[in-house]
């Protein structure tokens, strides 16, 4: 009977992994739709395509910048661009390089910036 609760436990554990995979796609297509970023070639995901979010201005001046989002982390660059706006995808850039926005960019202490920064647990180093 034990291997019997095992056996199931796998088979709900694939489910779920598909599940997932499922839900990482329709962020993928959600984003790119919305134009948050565009479509590059990536290893890591699957049909080897990744995502590059569009941060050009926001961490350099005049400078042509992205960020490329690793599949994993898909699903939670959506639901932040989906709360957030594009303040999210700046908070979650500045997360992953352990930067602020420039001064002069909008999305610098914006209280939707400050608020997505929060969730996700960083402090974003002093001016």
Not at 40 to 62: C, I, K
Not at 104 to 126: M, N, Q
Request: some cysteine; overall charge negative; hydrophobic content about 45%.
């Amino acid at each position: 009977m034990e291997m019997d609760f095992e056996v199931s436990d796998q088979v709900a554990a694939l489910i779920a992994e598909e599940e997932l995979e499922k839900i990482r796609a329709q962020a993928f297509y959600q984003l790119v739709k919305n134009e948050v970023g565009f479509v590059v070639e990536s290893e890591d995901a699957p049909e080897h395509f990744g995502l590059l979010l569009n941060v050009n201005d926001t961490f350099a001046f005049a400078c042509a910048d992205a960020e490329l989002v690793a599949w994993e982390d898909m699903v939670e660059v959506y639901d932040l661009y989906n709360r957030y706006g594009y303040h999210g995808i700046v908070a979650w850039v500045a997360r992953k390089r352990n930067m602020r926005p420039i001064t002069c960019s909008c999305h610098h202490d914006g209280p939707k910036f400050v608020e997505a920064c929060k969730e996700l647990g960083y402090e974003p180093p002093a001016k």
